[in-house]
């Protein structure tokens, strides 16, 4: 794993736990409506609406969302310094 692979790797690590230290929160409206909070710290959620939960939907699909770009940002820097080592290397 390269120095930019470690740093994708991290920045992901503490994208998750943000997420999980500031999740999302909503509360049902009238008539089945759902309603966001925003993000709080997950032991003070928002005091003004009664009810309101974790979205853990919308939680679970930024979880989603950061893991692909994570993924795909890791793959792109680790393909690029294998074609930089095939490439210093000497015909005999």
């Given at each position: ?5 470690r740093?994708v ?9 943000g997420l999980?230290?500031?999740?999302p929160?909503h ?11 925003g993000?709080?710290?997950v032991?003070s959620?928002p ?8 979205d853990?939907?919308t ?5 989603a969302g950061?893991?692909l770009?994570a ?7 680790g393909s ?13």
């Amino acid at each position: 794993m390269g120095r930019k692979q470690r740093v994708v790797v991290t920045c992901a690590a503490a994208a998750i736990f943000g997420l999980l230290l500031f999740p999302p929160f909503h509360y049902e409206g009238g008539q089945g409506v759902c309603i966001q909070e925003g993000y709080h710290f997950v032991l003070s959620p928002p005091q003004g609406q009664r009810g309101a939960t974790v979205d853990t939907g919308t939680l679970l699909t930024l979880w989603a969302g950061v893991l692909l770009l994570a993924g795909l940002a890791y793959l792109s820097l680790g393909s690029s310094g294998r074609s930089e080592e095939r490439d210093c290397v000497e015909d005999p």
